[in-house]
């Protein structure tokens, strides 16, 4: 396995911009079994753990393959090399897609109990049944 170079010596002031550095830092961990979190990313670059977030987000939106893992202490970010890591990211957005659409589902009823109003959910389908990936067949 190829020597890395210490975290200590990252610093933002050594790329073009924070999410250049985000970016450098998860590009040395390709695959899930070597995902870093954003804890350790947030702590070595000396930025806001929801600033990772934002610009690990910004980052896929670019283009980048970038997979999260939510695997216990072993959980982070990581280069996505194989369609089954690309499958189980997937995953883990559609689960937390549904169960926003769920809530707004909810609030919507809420709101059209208490004041009689009827509003329109965020996507009508999503939320009142478990959404199945059609090339996986997972949640």
Known sequence: MEQRQ?????????????KAAVKAMISEHVGERDAISSARISEVLQMDRRRVRALVAELVTDGELIGASVDGDNGGYYIISTIAELEASRAILRARATEIFQRDRALCASWQRQHGQQLQPLLPTMGQRRDVCPRSGEL
């Open 6 to 18: 210490p975290y200590r010596w990252w610093q933002i002031a050594n790329f073009p911009s924070e």
